[in-house]
């Protein structure tokens, strides 16, 4: 009976936080409207393009959630995405097709993620060091694949490219531009992507067996262990899973950069983190899920396009915001904690 | 550790010195810098060459691959020493010391060169000012972690994450998005010569001296070691783990500060961008080099302090071996985890059943 009082009462204060983010993502929205709707702020196409540029970002930040909610982290996305970028462009000027090196992509997530899972996972080490080693690994490889900057043009690949430009019009919502056109607002394909990987990883948390593990895992590894399950191999899949997501996101970042660099995606790691955190997610494990993720997403997202609309501010603004924003919610979390073990 | 076996054998002995690990792996690098020598053709031993060499501008300087080494490694040493001590106390690394050396550098030279400025010959505000203007920054950041991990119990990986990330932002917002330069032979003393010597070795030594005084003179080497091995049981013996953990965070940016210093003195420029970048990994890759466990507690600090140079001679090799700036952390990422693999609970249990099995069946064996 008692657990059950606590356990109305964490679902209490974690839904007060997913209510918090939402919030702020309203009044941020709406300040950002008020202060540039002669920007053309208040139009869809505004929160649209929010959308599409942080499409790989939405699936790099589920996995995050993923990995968050066994107590882990993994830093080391923002490097496997420029990794990601770098092999397309390179991989596609060799000729490849679009197809095969996206699958190539794929697996080398897949393979990055298992090696990662399984040192943290099978050899017990700290999360943040195997991701740390792993953010400098994927950083270094891919300036060993290529040194320098490598766009993809038409030329280079017409199949990627067609991807990339695919305009999907949305049948309302538009407005009239300044010389009386009718501008129909318009979503890309990597939009669907992120909305196809949100949903599934959605449902995956709250339906299936391997989603309701990685919960038990975050709320205590040790009652995880007692009950059966096999924390180790949970743990693992984890990573695998986040860096498999990461590379669909490393997908659709490089569809909207058109190029790999060394320089790309620098701090990527920090965003997908501070969208969970705001998100609602606990960094000790166990709580959260993908829709506040979601929303944290935008809240960066409404941030750095606030930022852009103002167009004086500096360059920095954002990535300042960004860690002022993770600080502020890493410590209510941490009152939170200190109420419930005060109330225990 | 083999207190029954009366004579414990030399390799036995060898097993249980705690800077075994460095010392090797230092051993290893010199190794492949001398077959790489003679492969190349040239003196094998040119490694150990220390000449001084008449220079137009510093007058006579001592020169050869060791300096080299002992010179470029600096920061790094500054930095596993306070590295070391938020590592033995809290169970986590610092992150964010790369970044903080980067804005303590920017603070330092906005300082210099006035807000706004790009370039400067003359400094604007004196030069002890700007010194500990970089210090005062450095332990500000310390402060910022050091409160985050111990009074508000942030996971120490998570709260610098933090600074990570905004203190390059902050520093070229300070710095007004340029790359300042403070073209003064004065600033540019800390990253040149004294004497024959370089200035950052002197300076590495000095901090290393300070650190080894208040560990040997204080307690308070034994009370972070304490707090690191069990922080209840601390509190419980009566101290104060929360602001011990603290404090090492404030020593620990205090010489980030420090290096960043030294660092943007050799360029004579803060480029928030580049000053620091990729350090945080060589600070926790020197300590857990050093043979220390990522895992908090006992630590040995001339473990990490060989551990730095070493991270530094392996840089140096690489470059030599024609690995580019930006290739060269796949080889430190693949060394550190191997290192931490060997460290980990379930392979050293594993090791110790493969030799508990060895012992018994050789017990077996004798008695047979």
């Known amino acids: 009976m008692n657990e059950k009082v606590k356990s109305a009462k964490k679902l209490n204060s974690n839904t007060l936080l997913l209510l918090i983010t939402i919030g702020l993502f309203i009044v941020l929205y709406v300040a950002g409207c008020a202060a540039y709707s002669s920007k053309g702020f208040a139009h869809l196409q505004t929160f649209l393009n929010i959308l599409i540029t942080n499409a790989g970002l939405i699936c790099i930040a589920c996995g995050l959630t993923v990995v968050m909610l066994t107590a882990g982290i993994d830093i080391s996305v923002g490097s496997l995405v420029a990794m990601d970028c770098m092999m397309l462009a390179v991989g596609m000027e060799k000729g490849m ?17 298992l090696v990662q899972g399984y040192l943290i996972g099978y050899l017990e080490i700290q999360p943040f060091i195997v991701t740390m080693a792993g953010m400098f690994f994927g950083r270094g490889m891919t300036a060993v694949i290529c040194t320098d900057q490598v766009s993809i043009k038409e030329s280079t690949n017409a199949t990627f490219y067609q991807w990339a430009n695919a305009k999907i019009i949305i049948p309302f919502g538009g407005y009239l531009n300044k010389k009386g056109a009718y501008m129909a607002p318009f979503i890309r394909v990597t939009v669907i992507v992120a909305i196809v990987v949100l949903i599934l990883v959605f449902l995956m948390l709250r339906y299936t067996k391997f989603g309701r593990a990685l919960y038990a895992i975050g709320g205590s590894e040790q009652s995880a262990t007692m009950m059966g399950l096999n924390v180790k191999r949970v743990k693992m899949m984890a990573y695998v899973l986040s860096s498999f997501l990461c590379s669909i996101g490393g997908i659709c970042y490089c569809l909207n950069t058109m190029a790999g660099s060394v320089r790309a995606a620098l701090g990527l790691e920090m965003d997908a983190i501070s969208s969970a955190v705001i998100g609602g997610t606990l960094l000790t494990g166990g709580v959260g899920n993908v829709i506040g993720t979601f929303f944290g997403v935008l809240i960066n997202g409404t941030i750095s396009s606030i930022v852009k609309s103002n167009g004086k501010l500096a360059s920095s603004w954002p990535n300042i915001l960004t860690a002022a924003l993770l600080f502020l919610f890493i410590v209510i979390q941490s009152i939170f904690a200190a109420l419930r073990t005060r109330k225990k | ?24 792996s230092l051993i290893l690098v010199m190794a492949v810098n001398i077959i790489h020598d003679a492969a190349t053709g040239i003196n094998p031993l040119s490694f150990f060459i220390i000449t001084l060499n008449e220079t137009t501008n510093s007058g006579s300087i001592l020169y050869g691959r060791i300096i080299d080494i002992l010179n470029r490694g600096s920061e790094v040493a500054i930095l596993a020493l306070g590295m070391t001590l938020v590592v033995s106390s809290s169970a986590g690394t610092d992150i964010s010391v790369g970044s903080v050396m980067s804005l303590a550098a920017s603070f330092c030279c906005m300082l210099l060169a006035g807000y706004g400025v790009s370039s400067t010959n003359e400094l604007a505000v004196p030069l002890v000012v700007g010194v500990l203007g970089a210090f005062l920054m450095g332990a500000l950041c310390g402060v910022f972690n050091g409160t985050l991990v111990a009074y508000l119990q942030i996971q120490p990986m998570v709260a610098t994450l933090i600074l990570y990330s905004a203190a390059r932002a902050i520093g070229l917002l300070l710095c007004n998005d340029l790359i300042v330069y403070v073209r003064n032979p004065s600033f540019a003393y800390f990253g040149s010569f004294t004497g024959p010597i370089p200035t950052p070795i002197i300076i590495a030594a000095v901090c290393i001296a300070i650190v080894a005084l208040m560990l040997s003179k204080t307690s308070l080497g034994m009370y972070i070691q304490s707090v690191g091995i069990n922080s209840k049981a601390s509190r419980i013996a009566g101290l104060n783990s929360k602001r011990i953990i603290f404090m090492t965070y404030v020593i620990c940016g205090l010489f980030a500060g420090v290096a960043g210093l030294v660092n943007s003195s050799r360029i004579t420029s803060a480029d928030s961008n580049n000053v620091g970048l990729y350090y945080e990994m060589d600070a926790i890759l020197a300590v857990a080099l050093g043979g220390n ?6 630590f040995n600090l001339a473990g990490s302090i060989i551990g730095a140079y070493t991270i530094q001679a392996i840089t140096t090799t690489l470059y030599a071996l024609g690995v580019s700036t930006d290739q060269a952390p796949v080889f430190k990422a693949i060394i550190v985890i191997l290192i931490v693999a060997i460290q980990s609970a379930p392979l050293r249990a594993y090791f110790r059943k493969r030799s508990a099995a060895k012992a018994l069946a050789g017990r077996e064996a004798a008695k047979a």
């Open chain 2, 1 to 24: 550790m083999n207190k029954n076996s009366g004579n414990a054998s030399f390799f036995a002995k060898l097993k249980a010195w705690p800077l075994l690990l460095p010392v090797v």
């Open chain 2, 293 to 298: 466990s990522l895992g908090g507690g006992k």
């Open chain 1, 97 to 113: 097709g679009a197809v095969p090196m996206c699958i190539l992509v794929l697996l080398v997530g897949l393979a990055f993620g």
